[in-house]
């Protein structure tokens, strides 16, 4: 077999491990696949490791055991975030994004791969070190976050209707209350997508009151699921009194002025908290 150079080695496992976040290699995966040695293989590791660090580019974890291995872990620091965070509350902030009868144009910057990928790792960055076994979402233009968010966990996303489809076999479904709108609304999610016991993480794009979110743990309570916590990726600063608890977001929409077209968009304190612990004062 060919004799690979270490800068070869390094180039395939940041390939391998980058394309399967949050997923275990066992170190004889590459011993095999480069037939080296096992210190050999835990030094091309060690240096990787400390690239992607000195880079902010995320960490590889080592979990010890008969069963263990290696694992990448796509976000280690919220700082290396802080300017991407900052260039999005510049975008949302363009008047020009006030939809007539107080909505905001969001499809842009959701639909955008690079911008969805980014704002599905950081929505992620909560639940990395916990037993996650899917994420969960609503038929809503936040799939694609919800989306990057399961694949930077390596967890299948899960999907609620907000009616039965035949094609997806028998379904439970729920009526619930918007939270801002005081709307009874119903939502509904095949027996088949989710096992029961499962552990998950409840993500969409934009929160008020909270009643979609309370909805969806609701919805979850019929599968016996237990939910880690909810991620939006913004929600608005009134109402303050939110009908769910467990929830963070990246940016809080302070204002959106319809007559005099102005928009003010935040950090949310959940994310600047995070930011302060990891020693960012910027």
């Known amino acids: 077999m060919n004799a690979y150079k270490r800068y070869e080695r390094i180039s395939v496992i940041l390939k391998i491990l980058s394309e399967n976040p949050n997923k275990l290699f066992n170190l004889n995966y590459f011993m095999d696949l480069f037939n080296?040695?096992?210190?050999?293989?835990?030094?091309?590791?060690?240096i990787l490791k400390s690239i992607l660090e000195k880079f902010g580019l995320g960490?590889?974890?080592?979990?010890?055991?008969?069963?263990?291995?290696?694992k990448y872990i796509p976000i280690n620091n919220?700082?290396?975030?802080?300017e991407f965070m900052i260039d999005i509350c510049r975008k949302l902030e363009d008047p020009k994004r006030i939809i007539p009868g107080g909505f905001l144009y969001t499809a842009d910057i959701i639909?955008?791969?690079?911008?969805?990928?980014?704002?599905?790792?950081?929505?992620?960055?909560?639940?990395?070190?916990?037993?996650?076994?899917?994420?969960?979402?609503?038929?809503?233009?936040?799939?694609?976050?919800?989306?990057?968010c399961a694949r930077a966990l390596n967890v299948p996303l899960v999907i609620i209707r907000q009616d039965n489809r035949v094609t997806e076999g028998s379904s439970v479904s729920i009526n619930y209350v918007s939270g801002s709108q005081?709307?009874?609304?119903?939502?509904?999610?095949?027996?088949?997508?989710?096992?029961?016991?499962s552990k998950v993480v409840l993500i969409d794009d934009f929160m008020k009151a909270g009643g979609t979110i309370k909805g969806m743990i609701e919805l979850m309570n019929e599968f016996d699921a237990e939910v880690l916590g909810a991620g939006v990726m913004i929600a608005t600063k009134e109402p303050e009194v939110k009908v769910v608890k467990n929830y963070f977001s990246i940016f809080t929409l302070v204002e959106m002025n319809e007559d005099k077209e102005t928009i003010k968009m935040e950090i949310s304190d959940w994310l600047m908290y995070n930011m302060h612990k990891n020693g960012n004062n910027s």
């Open 111 to 148: 639909y955008s791969p690079q911008y969805a990928n980014k704002i599905g790792e950081i929505l992620s960055y909560p639940f990395q070190e916990k037993d996650v076994d899917a994420v969960v979402t609503v038929e809503t233009k936040g799939i694609p976050i919800a989306m990057m």
């Open 36 to 46: 080296v040695a096992k210190s050999t293989a835990s030094e091309d590791i060690d």
């Open 59 to 70: 960490d590889i974890k080592t979990v010890a055991g008969a069963g263990g291995g290696i």
């Open 182 to 197: 005081k709307q009874i609304k119903a939502m509904s999610l095949s027996r088949r997508s989710l096992e029961r016991n």
């Open 78 to 82: 919220i700082d290396n975030f802080h």
